[in-house]
């Protein structure tokens, strides 16, 4: 009974989406660190925010090298039900995630392809186990596992590795299209180290893996100082299949769903973004973006979709062009997630958020320009009541540095 109520959670994990819903990673460069509202673009990152902005690229290579450095804490206050209290804190410290974009343009045509973690990119670690573990020793011993001489540590690892490649078309001179797909490969792993008092060793190590295609589409327009970008990917139906690398065989029976070869559900929902960007001085320009997750509508493990409805985004951005060589950019994004408290858990705690991200972009040369950018998340904590063993409280810190270097030839 004790590790049924375990494992099946495990199975919503996913390490810390840094800025989009529940399953993408919108922040797929340094540009977008210091301005994201980037769904207007037509610099070398319209790639991934802006594909049909592509057609408007001079004619010849664009490519952008871009990597971000991420720390994230989850944090749980627990109080259970017969007073007993306890801070938990999962760590994430993701030193490289990287990002590669390539386009080529000729005339009216241009095509274009990048790699990207397009969801999760690294692993959260739990030191001293989850409430949902120390709540199993508390009806008998009435304290937490570590005060009775037991132990559990849990860590999730989730990367969704994409590859996507695309064309796009200028049809009339103030009008682009777009058509393009994506390849993406999940790969998670989870592990729990725990020892009980009355039961001993109690460990688990499972991977999962799975892929999906991705179809995108895309619309651009330029007029003016004006500059329009509507991108709309579709729902990405991705199968996961268990590699349970360990597992007790006094559990196997109690836990067939993470038995090996077992498949779930992960899919990646419809994303819809559109943006504006104008151009109010020759140096100066603003911009604004929605984003609009369709979470109800994709299928996740355990019927978690059930407790889901769309997510939604505001992006703001601008950028000053200080000298012919130095601009700079600052932007904000309100994320509201569309799910009812059902659907949260101590591993999956999905919680509204602000984030707000300043850099600066330095041209070297005609042909050579590095970005540097900052983001951080403010998160509102989340107060809920898990009626089996207590109260817990929610909340997430999150800050990332990014750079890139963008070549034109």
């Not at 991420?70 to 804190?89: D, H, L, S």
């Not at 989850?130 to 990367?159: N, Q, R, Y």
């Not at 999150?398 to 963008?406: E, K």
Request: net charge negative; aromatic share 14%; proline share 3%.
């Amino acid at each position: 009974m004790m590790h049924k109520k375990i494992i099946p959670l495990i199975a919503f994990a996913t390490c810390a989406t840094f800025a989009g819903g529940l399953t993408h990673n919108t922040n797929q460069s340094a540009h977008f660190v210091r301005n994201m509202a980037r769904d207007a673009s037509t610099e070398v990152d319209a790639i991934y925010t802006n594909p049909a902005g592509t057609a408007f690229f001079d004619d010849g290579w664009q490519i952008s090298i871009n990597n971000q450095t991420v720390w994230q804490t989850r944090i749980i206050k627990a109080k259970f039900a017969n007073g007993e209290r306890k801070r938990y804190e999962g760590e994430a410290f993701i030193p490289a995630m990287p990002s590669v974009f390539a386009g080529y343009h000729n005339g009216n045509f241009a095509v274009s392809g990048a790699f990207t973690i397009a969801g999760g990119g690294g692993s959260v670690e739990y030191d001293e186990g989850l409430p949902m573990i120390d709540a199993f020793t508390l009806p008998t011993a009435g304290k937490t596992l570590t005060k009775v001489g037991g132990s559990a540590s849990l860590e999730g690892t989730s990367h969704i590795f994409g590859l996507t490649l695309g064309a796009s078309y200028r049809f009339i001179p103030y009008l682009s299209g777009y058509a393009g797909g994506r390849f993406n490969y999940t790969s998670n792993n989870y592990k729990i180290d725990a020892n009980f008092p009355s039961i001993g060793e109690a460990d688990i190590d499972v991977d999962q893996d799975g892929y999906g295609i991705t179809p995108i589409v895309g619309l651009s327009a330029q007029y003016k100082r004006l500059t329009a970008g509507v991108k709309f990917e579709y729902r990405t139906r991705i199968e996961l299949e268990n590699d349970t690398k360990k597992m007790p065989k006094s559990l196997a029976q109690s836990f067939s769903s993470f038995a090996d070869g077992v498949k779930t559900d992960a899919d990646m929902p419809s994303y819809l973004a559109i943006g504006l960007q104008y151009a109010f001085l020759d140096n100066l320009r603003g911009s604004i973006g929605y984003h609009r997750f369709f979470d109800a509508a994709a299928e996740y493990a355990n019927g978690a979709d059930k407790y889901l409805d769309c997510t939604n985004e505001l992006l703001f951005g601008a950028e000053w062009d200080i000298t012919k060589r130095i601009t700079f950019s600052a932007g904000a994004q309100f994320t509201r997630l569309g799910l009812n408290d059902e659907y949260l858990t101590e591993i999956n705690m999905n919680v509204d958020a602000n984030s707000y991200g300043t850099g600066f972009a330095f041209r070297a040369t005609d042909w050579l320009r590095f970005n540097l950018a900052y983001f951080r998340t403010f998160y509102y904590e989340w107060k809920g009541d898990k009626t089996e063993y207590g109260v817990n409280n929610y909340d997430r810190r999150n800050q990332l540095v990014a750079v890139g270097a963008d070549f034109t030839f």
